[in-house]
Structure formats: C-alpha cells, structure tokens
DNA sequence: CCTACCGATCGGTAGG
DNA sequence: CCTACCGATCGGTAGG
C-alpha cells in the first residue's frame, strides 16, 4: 500500500523516492527529446543526476521502463484534456471551444513527452504499447461522441466525424513539432487560434450559443492553473 | 557524369545498379518502418533481400546514408505536390483546393518513408538534417506565400498566414499515423476530404471562383499519373 | 560480394 | 547506491 506516488501523509522517505524518481524522469525527458533514446546512456542520464547507473536501477526496472513512463504521461495529459470538458456546463460547441484550448495546451506543455512518444513508440515493450495505444483511442472515441453530439444538436457540420476527429487530433499533436517555447507565437496564442481553428472545421458559430440547450458563455473560466 | 539513377541511355551495368539500390532501399524502408531503425540491423536488411552485408555497403556508404535516402525521398515527394501545382491555371482557391488534394496523396503515398523520418531524424547526419530541414522550410514558405496571394486577392481570411501553414501541414502530415491502406477510407477519400478541410479552414468557396483573377474551374484535371 | 572477424558500445548486475 | 565488470549486439571492413 506504500505507494511511491505523492500519497497523503506519506513520510519522508516515500517524499525522498518520489523526488528520485521524478528528477530521473526529468533528465530523461531532456536526454531522450534532444538525442533519442537509443543515442541516449543510462550512464549519461545518471551523470546528469550526478549519480551512477545502479541509482537509476534502484527506481526503474529497466530502460524501458523509463520510456514507458514518459510516454504514458505524455498522453494521459492529452487525455486528461478532454475528460477535464466533458462535465463542463457548455453544450457541444461552447465544450469543443474549451477542449481546442486546453488539449492544444497540453500538447505544448507536455511537449518533450509527446515527442519522445512518437518517436520511440517502437522501443516499448509490446504490453506497455497496447496500454497506452487504448489511452489513445479513448481520447479519439470521445473526441468523435463530442462531434457526433454537436451534430445531434445542429450546431456541428461535419460529414464524417471520425475522420474529422482525426484531422483535429492531427492538426492539435504536430504542435509538438513545430512549437518553441520562447517563439514568435505565445502558448495562449496558439491554443487560442487552435480553438477558433476547431470551430470553423467542424461549422460551429465561434460565439453564439446558436441553439444549444443550455447557453454557453462566450467566455468559460480562464483555464486556471 | 555516370550517375546512379535512371539516366536515358544508361548501359545494363547502371540499371543494374540502380535496380539494387531500390530494393536494398525497399527492404530497409520495410523493416525500419515496422521495427525502427536503431532495432533493424544491416544483417536483416541483407537477409531480406537473400544477400549478405558486403553486398549493402557496395552500394551505401554507411546505415546512416540509406536512412537519408529514405527521409529525403519523403519530403521530397510533399515538396513535388507543392511544386507541381504552384504553375497551375488557377486562383488561390483553385491551387490550395489542388495542393490539398496532391499534398494529402503524397503523404499517404510516401507513409513510411515520412513516418520514418519524423522518428528517426536524430539518427541523421547534422548535415543531411540540415539538408532535409532546409526542403521542408522550403515547403511552408511556398505554402505561406500561396496563402498570402489568397488574402491579397479576398478569396482567404486567415489572421496568421505563418501559423496557417503549420495547421494544414500538420493536419495533413499526421495522417501518416492513422491512414491505413486497406482501411476503412480510401485514399481519394482522405485527400477529398483533406482538400475540403483545408479550404474551410481558410475561409475559402469551396466551388464558385468567387472574385478569381482567372475563373478557377470546379474540377481541376483528375489528378493525373 | 561472400566469409570471417574485429572493436566499440552499453544495458544490466554482482558484490559489497 | 558505488565500483567494477560481464555479455551480447552490431556497424563496419580485411582479405580474397
């Protein structure tokens, strides 16, 4: 029941793991982005630590273990995106606005992940590939009942909400090739125009609440943080 | 002046040539797409073609120069789409409506050698990656440009020619994670709809020539090839 | 263009 | 969690 994740009332010592972990991870992510796995070291990841390799072991099974990680956070961000919406008080149109938001935000922040994830898909073990690929088509299955329902209720106009789940997803993820964090296009920006892209894409009215059920706010609430 | 491709009047010694290095090409294009590059060695290439290593290094300098072969024949092909229609007989709106359509085709038709290289580009050369770079700048700086002469003639809206860019490129470019040969839609279907897609997005008639300088026909000629 | 081999790299671990 | 090391893999080439 010891968990090594930030528990409530966990002592020191689980506190002192959790902070190994995550700095290991971290270097990770930096080393992996930049050179690839594969041109990266476990020798190289713990000198960045400071440490020696048998530190790294102490925390990871394995290397791929260490890519496993970063890849699954890097959609459960993704994810976590469009579950955030679902409850959101909105209908289709005022939900879909929200959700360009925040999942082009995720992809963003969680950039470097996502990129590992892409990339190095082929160096996860067969197990950990199948899981993560179901997070994946979670987030497509609920993009596309969002679409359909925006169809149901008129505001949407969209031939073929599968494929068009896939061009969104598509436009929103191939951020992560392009965005730089300090840039000529900030990150609200760009989620900002993702959003409106959206909008148009799928026939929606970008502000008025057409005929929605209940009324979106122009606005929802500024995506605190 | 003897070069290695197809050259009219080349002698049976120089197509033999060239016929080895497309299926040695062909081969590691296979196995590096399904496997990666760093976990297919230059042995299975080999094996898969019934010939030993030696016979891979007669005619490749090095397993990092068969990756460059591979990753500039992908962006290559989406650079030839890009090209191909910048001369056509048509506005704005006919030629982006065209580029959709042949950029989406070339994506798909060129899947693996695009997906490989948007995975594998850190095992390249800094000087082939920079080469490479250079051609898909190339790419969206024309497709910024056919953007811009959209806005100046009234046929497009776009309040970020630059960022437009990235969106339809990445939309496009991402279909290479989920296209599927056989799969549920044909590949005229996609790039249809692609095209489709892309003029929306831009604030684009989709059919009338609006306020062309020529009359943009509705069908382009089919595509031919 | 094959046989045979080298030489370097590196994930993982024994022992303490 | 460090020192020290093993064992396997594999790109590349010598020699013919």
């Known amino acids: 029941m010891a968990s090594s994740t930030?528990?409530?009332?966990?002592?020191?010592?689980?506190?002192?793991?959790?902070?190994?972990?995550?700095?290991?991870?971290?270097?990770?992510v930096d080393l992996f982005y930049e050179r690839g796995y594969e041109n990266t070291t476990l020798d190289a990841v713990a000198e960045r630590l400071g440490v020696t390799k048998p530190?790294?072991?102490?925390?990871?099974?394995?290397?791929?273990?260490?890519?496993?990680?970063?890849?699954?956070r890097g959609i459960a961000s993704a994810l976590d995106a469009i579950n955030s919406i679902l409850?959101?008080?909105?209908?289709?149109?005022?939900k879909l606005e929200e959700l360009g938001r925040r999942f082009t935000t995720a992809v963003l922040q969680s950039q470097m992940h996502i990129a590992i994830f892409a990339r190095e898909e082929k160096n996860l073990l067969p197990v950990e590939f199948d899981r993560i690929s179901t997070m994946r088509r979670d987030f497509?299955?609920?993009?596309?009942?969002?679409?359909?329902?925006?169809?149901?209720a008129g505001e949407f106009r969209i031939?073929?909400?599968q494929m068009m789940a896939l061009a969104i997803g598509g436009m929103v993820s191939w951020a992560y090739v392009w965005y730089?964090?300090?840039?000529?296009?900030?990150?609200?920006?760009?989620?900002g125009?993702?959003?409106?892209?959206?909008?148009?894409?799928?026939?929606?009215?970008?502000?008025s609440p057409t005929r929605a059920k209940?009324?979106?706010?122009?606005?929802?609430?500024?995506?605190?943080?």
């Open 180 to 191: 730089r964090p300090n840039g000529r296009l900030p990150l609200p920006d760009v989620a």
């Open 6 to 28: 930030l528990a409530p009332g966990a002592g020191i010592r689980d506190e002192v793991a959790t902070l190994k972990r995550e700095r290991t991870i971290s270097a990770a």
């Open 214 to 225: 209940r009324a979106a706010p122009a606005k929802l609430k500024p995506f605190g943080r």
């Open 193 to 207: 125009e993702m959003s409106r892209l959206i909008l148009t894409m799928v026939g929606a009215k970008p502000v």
């Open 140 to 152: 497509d299955r609920k993009l596309v009942a969002l679409l359909e329902d925006g169809v149901a």
């Open 55 to 72: 530190f790294i072991y102490a925390h990871f099974h394995s290397k791929a273990d260490l890519l496993t990680e970063i890849c699954t």
């Open 87 to 94: 409850g959101l008080e909105a209908g289709p149109t005022g």
């Open 159 to 161: 031939p073929d909400p």
